[in-house]
Each structure stands twice: as structure tokens, then as C-alpha cells.
């Protein structure tokens, strides 16, 4: 069984930046991605990365976002930069595995205008 935990969630200001942290309770060999879900609407992918580090990333946040992993701390991260109100979401962790999907309990990011 596989735990997520996610930090670094909060209220800026649009143009503001932030860094989300996601903390496995173990090493992971698959990917590992970024995803966020507004009220209202479906979860979406944000960002993936594979351990050797090979990434990708949604349209809406090419350029702004970087997603970056350290596998010695079995630790992933999503840097937010230039953000925008539209970014709002809960921000959830995910590894899939061959253990199984899991997911982190998210984090809340709001960006106000």
C-alpha cells in the first residue's frame, strides 16, 4: 500500500507562485503526476513525470508549471508559477503502480484576481 501526502497548498494572488510537495511513504518506480479538480468539474491531469525523469504536461500549464521528482527522498514536485484564478483546485498526488492507483488526499490552491 502506497501513501501519498501532499503540502504546500494556499491562497495567492494572481502572477504569485507556489510550490506543491507530494511525499511517498516508499519508493516509486512508475510515474508519478499532478492532477486538480475545481468545484464542479472532473479531475484533470496537470503534470506527469517518469522516474528517469521524462515529463508531460497539460496545455493550460505549459511554460508555468514545472514538474520535477527527487527519488532518493521518494518525493515529487509541482512549481506554479505565473498563476492564474483558473488555476483554483484541489491538487491531488498520483502514483500508478503496479501495486495499484493511488492518490493523495490533495491540497487546496486558490488564486484570487
Known amino acids: 500500500q502506497v501513501q501519498l501526502k501532499e503540502s504546500g497548498g494556499g491562497l495567492v494572488q494572481a502572477g504569485e507562485s507556489l510550490r506543491l510537495s507530494c511525499a511517498a511513504s516508499?519508493?516509486?518506480?512508475?510515474?508519478m503526476g499532478w492532477y486538480r479538480q475545481a468545484p464542479g468539474k472532473q479531475r484533470d491531469l496537470v503534470a506527469t513525470?517518469?522516474?528517469?525523469?521524462?515529463?508531460n504536461y497539460a496545455d493550460s500549464v505549459k511554460g508555468r508549471f514545472t514538474i520535477s521528482r527527487d527519488n532518493a527522498k521518494n518525493t515529487v514536485y509541482l512549481q506554479m508559477n505565473s498563476l492564474k484564478p483558473e488555476d483554483t483546485a484541489v491538487y491531488y498526488c498520483?502514483?500508478?503502480?503496479?501495486?495499484?492507483?493511488?492518490w493523495g488526499q490533495g491540497t487546496q490552491v486558490t488564486v484570487s484576481s
Open positions: 498520483n502514483a500508478n503502480t503496479m501495486a495499484g492507483n493511488f
Open positions: 513525470i517518469t522516474r528517469g525523469g521524462n515529463t
Open positions: 516508499g519508493a516509486i518506480f512508475s510515474p
